[in-house]
């Protein structure tokens, strides 16, 4: 079988004193090129972690409906073979330019890229036109399964997710991100105030919102996921509940004013938080779908509520233990105290969850005021 071989187009380069390649691969060629270690086999005796197959339908189908415009960065791989590299030119910097050749009977393993090249797989059999497009694929030379293991964990050690504002703001597919983007720009609350790069805000910054969190709310407020079609008159409901909220929330007013620091809101108030924020997309759904042409008038019942930390009724809500916590259950929790305070009725999910909660529903100390009276 070594006189079959494979041959690519190809750079050269050095790294930690060994040769690398990087060459390009017509996607119709990895399947047959890249073998997954055995899925059975023990992770001490593997060098990639287990295909995690529910990631891979995600990845399908951003190649298969963006087939003129989707992009993959290069996947890595050992060649556990004996590879031959034939430059163009014995000295200068065609040296480093050449023909790489592969035998047929090598071995390819996939060190970074695995779900990559199983989603190319599943998305070739749906267009497989795309097979004559190219994937960059940096070849390292196997010396062994301990090294392809270090390769592995090199690669991964140091990587980073980008945070999720971030690419909700540079995300021009998903009409959700748009909306949220816009959101973020043209409520007053939100306008300026906004947290564009990260998904937390630090001690010192000025900011009191997440675009994360802006969007996680909006679309629950529109009952739409990324890739859900929005209308122009819905972009419009979510950007006026949002700005309605404003003159109900005293804090959200005082801070379009700027007579309080974000620094003490954040620490003082629940309402600031991408909890909470979430938990008012979804009473807004429910609130405009109960009284599509009154919403405003009742959601005007919210400006007694007690929206501090402090308010015994937040916790097992919003707070856990003193805490804030983003967990769906907590989420719930306090849309379903919000809700109460609206006089709106409870989803069989949110009746469950009060059934479950020790804490009963407090009033603001106005409300206790108008009670007693």
Known sequence: MDSFHYTFAALRGIQACREYYIAMCPLKLLPKLFEFDSQTL??????????????????????????????????????DGQVEFTPQEENGIQRNIGQLTVPLSARFIVNDGQHRRAAIEEALRERPELGD????????????????????????????????????????RSPLARVARCVANEAPAFKGMTEMERSSIANRSLKLFTLS?????????????????????????????????????????????????????????IHFHSVTLHALGMVGADLIATYPRSWQQHLGQLRSLDW??????????????????????????????????????????????????????????????????
Request: aromatic letters at 8%; charged letters at 25%.
């Open 42 to 79: 023990p992770p001490e005796l593997r060098a990639q972690r287990v295909l995690n197959r529910a990631r891979i339908p995600a990845i399908t189908r951003y190649i298969v409906e963006h087939p003129g415009d989707y992009v993959f960065s290069a996947i890595t791989a050992s060649i």
């Open 133 to 172: 497009e190219t994937i960059a694929v940096v070849f390292f030379l196997d010396a062994g399964l301990r090294r392809s293991q270090q390769i592995f964990a090199d690669l991964n050690t140091h990587a980073v997710r980008a945070s999720a504002s971030i690419g909700i703001l540079y995300d021009f």
């Open 213 to 269: 969190g802006i969007y996680y709310a909006t679309g629950a407020f529109l009952r739409k996921k990324a890739d859900d079609a929005i209308s122009p008159q819905e972009e419009q409901v979510a950007i006026k509940y949002w700005t309605a909220l404003c003159d109900v929330i005293p804090e959200w007013n005082e801070r379009v004013t700027h007579s309080t620091s974000s620094l003490e809101l954040r620490r003082d108030y």
């Open 308 to 373: 501090r930390r402090t308010n015994p009724m937040w916790e097992g809500r919003a707070m856990v233990g003193g805490q804030l916590s983003k967990a769906r259950a907590q989420i719930v929790r306090t849309a379903s105290a919000i809700k109460q305070v609206l006089g709106l009725p409870l989803s069989p999910e949110e009746t469950r969850l009060e059934q479950l909660s020790v804490e009963p529903i407090a009033m603001s100390e106005d409300d206790l005021l108008e009670h007693e009276r």
